[in-house]
C-alpha cells in the first residue's frame, strides 16, 4: 500500500510501505501520511508492522 512521505529536501513522494521502516530509521524522510493524519518524524519511533498505513479517500 501507499505512504505519503516527505523528504529531508521537502518533496513528497508515495512510496510502498515496506520501504518506510528504512526511510524513518535512516532519516531519509521527515514526516508521513499513515492512517489520515500527517505524522512528523520528530513525534514518532518507528512504527509498528501491524499500523496500517493508507492514503486518505
Known amino acids: 500500500m501507499g505512504v505519503l512521505v516527505c523528504y529531508d ?11 518506510l521502516d528504512h526511510l524513518v530509521s535512516t532519516g531519509c524522510i521527515v514526516g508521513f501520511d499513515r492512517s489520515e493524519h500527517w505524522v512528523k518524524k520528530e513525534d514518532t519511533t518507528q512504527p509498528s508492522p501491524s499500523l496500517s498505513h493508507r492514503l486518505p479517500a
Do not use: E, G
Open 9 to 19: 529536501d521537502f518533496t513528497y513522494d508515495v512510496i510502498n510501505d515496506y520501504f
